[in-house]
């Protein structure tokens, strides 16, 4: 199993749609949650950290829930802007506390 | 200001040689890490400085690959006898501090571009 496991994807949506994305991850020790966006052939940059309580940029919410070991993304009023490979990373903390684990990406459409 | 910067922004080398990769990340930044990406994947760890030293190296593939940071700032990624395999983008990534609850924002280098013929 993957340590960190996104929806294949791809997602294709129009303007103004509402759109969520969907990650598990395998190791209950885990203490730091990220979402990064990477536009192609770009770097991968911060989009949101997750808290445990969740938490709400604008149009984006992000969504942790350590139960299940499970981290969401939600995007409302999608622009074309938004049009990205979206990943979900995991920081296991502990005695790897520098390192983040990335999952696949999902990559996300949007059109007109 | 300047971000993290990589140097060279594509490498093509033919399988058998040597090369290096080399960054500059955020000045005062104290940690440094790197990674690659394959074609369709996530970015896979390497290895991470705090300063001078490799905190952690696990993600090395194998003996080839080795990576120096000698005066805490620059880091050059070195890899011997290249591969096919080792085609792809390697990523260098810095951040202010290095905290232990690994709440840390990494700024990422835009890459090097590693093909191997």
């Known amino acids: 199993r993957k340590e960190v496991e996104q929806d294949p994807g791809p997602f294709n949506v129009p303007e103004g749609a509402t759109v969520a994305f969907n990650c598990t991850y395998s190791?209950?020790?885990?203490?730091?949650f990220f979402w990064y966006r990477q536009d192609c052939r770009k770097e991968p940059k911060l989009l949101m950290s997750?808290?445990?309580s969740g938490n709400e940029d604008g149009r984006f919410t992000a969504q942790l829930n350590r139960a299940s070991q499970y981290i969401s993304l939600l995007i409302r009023d999608s622009k074309l802007s938004d049009s990205a490979t979206y990943l979900c990373?995991?920081?296991?903390?502990?005695?790897?506390?520098?390192?983040?684990?990335f999952g696949q990406g999902t990559i996300l459409t949007v059109h007109p | 200001g300047a971000g993290v910067s990589q140097t060279p922004s594509n490498k093509v080398t033919e399988k058998g040689k040597y090369v290096e990769l080399r960054c500059d990340p955020i000045?005062?930044?104290?940690?440094l890490y790197w990674y690659r990406q394959s074609l369709g994947q996530g970015p896979e760890f390497l290895i991470y400085?705090?300063?001078?030293?490799?905190?952690?190296d696990s993600g090395l593939p194998n003996d080839r690959f080795f990576a120096v940071r000698p005066e805490g700032s620059v880091s050059t990624l070195k890899i011997q006898r290249t591969e096919r395999g080792d085609s792809a983008v390697y990523l260098c990534?810095?951040?202010?501090?290095?905290?232990?609850?690994?709440?840390?924002?990494?700024?990422f280098g835009p890459g090097t571009r590693l093909t191997v013929l």
């Open positions: 990534a810095s951040s202010l501090t290095l905290e232990s609850s690994g709440r840390n924002e990494q700024f």
């Open positions: 190791n209950s020790a885990s203490q730091s």
């Open positions: 997750v808290y445990s």
């Open positions: 990373v995991v920081n296991q903390g502990g005695t790897s506390y520098g390192k983040l684990t």
């Open positions: 000045s005062g930044h104290t940690a």
């Open positions: 400085f705090q300063g001078t030293g490799a905190a952690d």
